[in-house]
């Protein structure tokens, strides 16, 4: 059964989270990012999990989030970056709703990750090394029933861009 969640993806930075919330506020809709439920379930943040237990455990809790979204609908979701980047998840994600990529300019996408938050994909890594992690995640978030590009945009505008959007996808299926 379709769950009629509003699912965002897209790399570190995009703006999913501050975006989420705006729409969820405008939909009338419960917000909802999957860091925070894998943080609140495990009692310990992000940063935490990666560092005590390693990528492979995090991506585990992931997977355990996303079993998890079966049970709600109608939500407005806030996806980790590298959440839709396994085989067969964004199918996953796509018979649970509208899933919507918030794409950008990799530069941006980056400075802004930085300034927000601890980011432990991004530590360590050279440019290039994010640039090629950036790249084998393109074609997975391609995927998406939509795709809005934040080049530039602040929340606020991107929000009115994924509403709009949603009108026409809506629309367009009935
Ligand atoms: C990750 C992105 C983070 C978080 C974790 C791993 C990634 O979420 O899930 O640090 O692999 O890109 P944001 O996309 O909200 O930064």
Redesign the pocket.
């Known amino acids: 059964m379709p769950r009629n969640h509003v699912i965002l993806v897209g790399?570190?930075?995009a703006g999913?989270?501050s975006v989420g919330r705006l729409l969820a506020r405008r939909l009338g809709r419960c917000f909802v990012e999957t860091?925070d439920m894998i943080a609140s379930r495990e009692g310990r943040s992000?940063s935490e999990i990666?560092r005590r237990e390693g990528e492979a455990r995090?991506r585990e809790l992931e997977a355990e989030a996303v079993e998890a979204l079966r049970l709600k609908s109608g939500e407005v979701i806030?996806t980790?970056?590298?959440?839709p980047c396994r085989e067969q998840r964004m199918e996953t994600l796509r018979a649970l709703g509208t899933v919507v990529w918030l794409r950008g300019d990799l530069a941006e996408l980056v400075a802004r990750?930085r300034r927000t938050g601890a980011?432990?994909?991004l530590q360590g890594r050279t440019p290039e090394e994010i640039e090629a992690l950036y790249r084998s995640r393109e074609p997975y978030y391609r995927l998406a029933h939509v795709t809005v590009d934040t080049t530039g945009l602040g929340p606020d505008q991107v929000a009115a861009r994924v509403l709009a959007a949603l009108r026409d996808t809506h629309a367009a299926r009935v």
């Open positions: 790399f570190m930075g999913k989270s860091d992000i990666f995090f806030a980790g970056g590298g959440l990750a980011r432990p994909m």
